[in-house]
């Protein structure tokens, strides 16, 4: 199908993206206090799993899934920018340089630490509307495939990444915003250098090759960018100006807002509801963030819409009522007795994830608190159904933490997807942990471009396959998780940050944390989360450990990196363990008594950098 043509406004850009539009170098404005220099860094290879070696710093440190976009934060920092600055900086070279994994046409969750408060803010996708819980079901009333669903108009939900960087900049910002989108413009223009997880990527994908634009950006002559080669994004650079110039409301109203909903309701397959309304009306949102007290630390995480802290906590604070067992780290190995009680807290936790946890706009909390969820009473309760024996695939039932106005369904399994994270601490004092995603890989699979007419642009997310496709249960009970008009969908996010506990009050920053993966995030960051707090392993230590994880049912350990007797042990206790990729891209870095100390995960091409 042919979209019509809608026309671009070109305007009088900011000194900055106009320097950067005529191919000028920065020093020729003199209006400019943050000035880029294009870096000689190529991606590393991150196919297959490559050793990192930690990176120590003094004054501060950005981490990021991309060297690019790993450099750009740390120009921004050494301008004396502040770690939002940085995080603005970052987002937009990701979306760039890692455009499956997330971007301006997706939504993110960001902690924020001032050096005194903690703030968590919310640019979450919504859904339109005119939508409801029949979203993804098919004429006879059955969920729809999972993939039909998210390659189409159907899953894209309105972005809120841009929304929440400017409410964060706003309060904590230090550089012009426009300033921050320099890096990004001038590598979309002069073109970045293909990454092997990239062109990996691009290679195994096929919805994308159905979508004109992505078609002819992607896969030029029918085939898929190879790693190595040289990409320049002329649509993206054009929409990033505009940003740059006036703000969120150049992606939200106008044109490229206008571009935005023709690709989506005029879908090849599956039209989609969003309209310029729901764009114009979108508002990020500060949330009170969840800080938990846990061994001599306090963790604070993104309340709901995200089940990332709720439920790491909980898993964490179930552990903590098991005997204990000796985690015997061997070769880089946890021992089987942990796992056995990891995994099984897993299950305990993901099924009050599924029964309770969905937008707070929405759904009440149990007891009228989120934070009945992680009573120390109420989670010696749920230690106690553990045993010798696994609780096995659908063994682990909901808990009652506390009384409900509404009886919920349990929430069928779903696939989840995508994502990256950004952990950055700056030199005044600030950190943030923001996990960013436009969910699966290459989202929604459209590509837009801004009405721009020019090669390339950004992609869309199908963030809406994150509620439940039904939306009762078999007994026909509400499930708390499904469509509605203007809500959020659960996320399984989980930006931590971690901060040292001296008695009542809350001491000095330890660190800052989080990883993509989908539902897994919650595995990763709560056993990088024990790794580094508890057995005293470093941040690239910790996120080198292989993954193991069970959502409920079959138990899954991290391809070739356990031993035999380890899946043979877990097997006979009851957990149906079997082996696959698992694939995280944590980022973590850590307080020392020198500066900071910063992890990437193996698995990704991320990068620390600092001085």
Sequence with gaps: MTLPAIPFRRRL????????????????????????????????????????PGWATERFAVAAANPLATDAGYQVLNAGGSAIDAAVA???????????????GGGAFLMHHDGEAVAAYDGRETAPAAVNGGLFLDEHGEPLPFMEAAASGLSVGVPGTLRMLELAHAEHGRLPWAELFGP?????????????????????????????????????????????????????????????????????????????????????????????????????????????????????????????????????????HLPEVDPAVEEGVPS??????????????????????????????????????????YLALRAALIGEESLGSGGAQPGNPGELATAWGQHPDQSEYGTSHISIVDEHGNAIAMTTTIEAAFGARILADGGTGLAGGYL??????????????????????????????????SPTLVFARDGDSRGELVASLGSPGGAAIIHYTAKALVA???????????????????????????????PAETLEALNA???????????????????TETGFFGGADPRREGVVMGD
């Excluded at 960018?225 to 150049?250: D, R």
Aim: glycine content about 8%; charged content about 20%.
């Design 90 to 104: 970052v987002q937009m070279v990701l979306t760039l340089v890692e455009p499956q994994s997330s971007g301006i």
């Design 532 to 562: 580094m707090l508890d057995w005293g392993l470093d941040a690239q230590e910790a996120l080198n450990l292989p993954h193991a994880i069970t959502l409920g049912g079959p138990v899954f350990l991290e391809e070739g990196r356990f």
């Design 573 to 591: 206790r009851g957990h149906e363990a079997s082996e696959r990729e698992l694939v995280s891209g944590l980022q973590a870095i850590q307080r």
């Design 336 to 377: 089987e007795p942990w796992l056995h009680q990891f995994l099984e807290a897993a299950r305990l936790a993901f099924a009050d994830r599924g029964r309770y946890i969905a937008d707070p706009d929405f759904v009440e909390a149990p007891g009228g608190d989120w934070s009945v969820m992680l009573a120390p009473d």
């Design 13 to 52: 850009l900011v000194p900055v993206t106009a320097t950067l539009m005529l191919g000028l170098p920065l020093a020729a404005s003199a209006e400019v206090a943050f000035q880029y220099d294009l870096p000689a860094i190529a991606p590393e290879v991150a196919s297959e799993t490559q050793e990192k």
């Design 460 to 493: 869309l997310n199908n963030e809406l396959t994150d509620f439940s496709f039904a939306p009762e249960d078999a007994d026909g009970n509400p499930i708390a998780n499904r469509v509605e008009a203007n809500k959020r969908p659960r996320s399984s996010m």
């Design 184 to 320: 990004a413009i001038r590598l979309a223009e002069q073109g970045f250098v293909v990454s092997p997880r990239l062109a990996t990527s691009l290679a195994s994908e096929q919805p994308l090759r159905d979508d004109p634009l992505g078609s002819d950006f992607y896969y030029p002559d029918g085939e898929p960018l190879q790693a190595g080669v040289t990409l320049k994004n002329p649509a993206l650079a054009a929409i990033l100006s505009e940003i740059a110039e006036h703000g969120s409301a150049a992606l939200h109203e106008g044109p490229i807002a206008e571009d935005l909903v023709a690709r989506v309701q005029g879908h090849h397959t599956r039209g989609g509801a969003i309209t310029t309304d729901d764009l114009a009306g979108y508002e990020a949102k500060r949330r009170d963030p969840l800080c938990t007290a846990w061994m001599a630390y306090e963790v604070c995480g993104f309340p709901p819409p995200s089940s990332g802290h709720l439920t790491v906590m909980q898993i964490l604070g179930i552990l903590d």
